[in-house]
Each structure stands twice: as C-alpha cells, then as structure tokens.
C-alpha cells in the first residue's frame, strides 16, 4: 500500500484567475491574491488523495478599485457575511498521462454546489534551498447565479452587463509538507 504526500499550496509562486463577459462584447479579468490549500497526492492510486483549499473573497482584485469595492459588496461576493470560498475534493480520477478530474463541493456567496476541474500535472522539482515541490493547472467554469451571485443589469442595446457564466485558472505550485527549508 503506497503513502499519500502531502503538499501545501505556495500562495506566492500560484494564481487563481477568472474571466467574466463583460457587456456581450469584452472579458473581465480578475484574481483573488489570498488562498491556501493542501494537496494530498498519491500516484499509486489517485482515487486515495484529495484537495482543500480557502480563498479570501476581500482578497478579490480585477485592477479597478471601483469595480472591486462592488464585488466585495452584497450585491456580489458580499464578503462581510460570506468572507471564504472553500473547496474539498470529494473525488479525483486519473484521465490520462498527466491529467486528472478533480471532483467536489465548492462553498461561495453561502451556496455549495459541486463543481469539476480538469487538471493537469506540469511537473515536479527541488527548489534552490531543497525543497521538493510540484505543479499544476487547473480550470473549469461555473454558472455565477448558481451561487446566488444575481446582481445583472439589462443594457439598452439587450444583453447583460455582466455575464453568468465564469471562467477560472488555477495554476499552483505547492511545497512538500515536509520540506520546511527556507523558500
């Protein structure tokens, strides 16, 4: 029987991004500057690891302090009452060489839902000072109104100002647990 490794999440050396239509016309980009998570990993049998991660909703940041202020506000994320979005596997599957299905409950706005991210395996290595760490992308996409995120606006022309369905990146590098050497 194999060991799972464990892996913490390197918040500074990782993205989590997302891309929203904005006005039927253009993408707004945007990232959450605040996570953390452990990947529990065990590549004789995959369906034995899982994942937990935590983002800080006020950490939100799309380069528009305006824009930002209404995402954090009710109207949104509404970060005063619902400060986390959580996430933990419920299952992960092997789908090719490098790539794997990650499965579970997402918790945003109050609202779990479970959704599916498509991974990619891009490699390990031993950083400058010897620590073991691994990489990987993830992405997936979600229906923003399935979490109660509903604030829209109607444009003149038809359409939405702000699309339903976003789009989100994940691409994380994390550190072995027990490789505690400085980073």
Same mark, same amino acid.
């Given at each position: 029987m194999s060991t799972p490794t464990q892996w913490n999440i390197d918040a500074s050396h990782s993205n989590i991004e997302f891309s929203v239509r904005h006005m039927v016309i253009s993408k707004v980009r945007g990232r959450f500057t605040k996570f953390n998570g452990v990947v529990t990993f065990d590549e004789a049998d995959v369906a034995q690891s899982k994942v937990t991660a935590s983002i800080d909703a006020a950490s939100i940041d799309t380069?528009?302090?305006?824009?930002?202020?209404?995402?954090?506000?009710?109207?949104?994320?509404?970060?005063?009452?619902?400060?986390?979005?959580?996430?933990?596997?419920?299952?992960?599957?092997?789908?090719?060489?490098?790539?794997?299905?990650?499965?579970?409950?997402? @918790?945003?706005? $109050?609202? &779990?839902?479970?959704?599916? #991210? *498509?991974?990619?395996?891009?490699?390990?290595?031993?950083?400058?000072?010897?620590?073991?760490?691994?990489?990987?992308?993830?992405?997936?996409?979600?229906?923003? @109104?399935?979490? $109660?995120? &509903?604030?829209?606006?109607? #444009? *003149?022309?038809?359409?939405?100002?702000v699309a339903e369905e976003i789009s989100i990146e994940l691409d994380i590098q994390a550190v072995k647990a027990a490789a505690t050497k400085a980073a």
């Amino acid at each position: 029987m194999s060991t799972p490794t464990q892996w913490n999440i390197d918040a500074s050396h990782s993205n989590i991004e997302f891309s929203v239509r904005h006005m039927v016309i253009s993408k707004v980009r945007g990232r959450f500057t605040k996570f953390n998570g452990v990947v529990t990993f065990d590549e004789a049998d995959v369906a034995q690891s899982k994942v937990t991660a935590s983002i800080d909703a006020a950490s939100i940041d799309t380069g528009t302090a305006q824009r930002d202020t209404h995402l954090k506000s009710a109207d949104f994320f509404d970060v005063e009452k619902f400060p986390e979005l959580k996430f933990h596997s419920a299952r992960i599957e092997k789908t090719g060489k490098h790539h794997y299905r990650v499965v579970g409950p997402l @918790t945003m706005h $109050g609202v &779990t839902r479970e959704v599916t #991210l *498509e991974v990619e395996a891009t490699g390990t290595g031993v950083d400058p000072w010897g620590n073991p760490r691994m990489g990987f992308v993830a992405k997936t996409s979600l229906n923003r @109104t399935d979490f $109660g995120l &509903t604030w829209n606006q109607m #444009l *003149e022309a038809g359409g939405v100002l702000v699309a339903e369905e976003i789009s989100i990146e994940l691409d994380i590098q994390a550190v072995k647990a027990a490789a505690t050497k400085a980073a």
